[in-house]
């Protein structure tokens, strides 16, 4: 059984880069289903590299890229809504999406990867 530790950073709120627009995107029929209602959490791995602009560490790139990511996707950092007849929205509010840094004392290739 493999054993390690994490240490986890607290969790930021990260909004895109320039303001965005608010406003009501209603979701269609079929993003709307009820058996699509469910979260879907994610964690993802970042290889350190050293080639990438002299960081050995992903998160300032990451931190870096996030928010003018997010200025073209702006979806993602609205909220969901219910609205009449159980229909959804995304209320763009432009208020950020949630990242967490966390380091393990573990290598990816001890998980198969």
Do not use: N, W
């Not at 993602?76 to 509010?93: D, I, N, S």
């Amino acid at each position: 059984m493999l054993k390690f530790s994490i240490r986890r950073r607290p969790t930021v709120l990260v909004p895109p880069a320039v303001a965005t627009p608010r406003e009501l995107k209603r979701l269609s029929h079929i993003d709307g289903q009820d058996g699509l209602r469910f979260h879907i959490p994610i964690i993802q791995f970042y290889r350190r590299s050293m080639d990438h602009r002299g960081q050995d560490d992903p998160v300032p790139v990451i931190g870096d890229a996030l928010p003018r990511a997010l200025m073209h996707y702006y979806p993602f950092v609205g909220r969901l809504r219910k609205l009449e007849g159980r229909k959804l929205a995304v209320h763009c509010t432009g208020e950020g999406v949630l990242f967490t840094e966390a380091d393990a004392d573990v290598r990816l290739e001890q998980f198969g990867c």
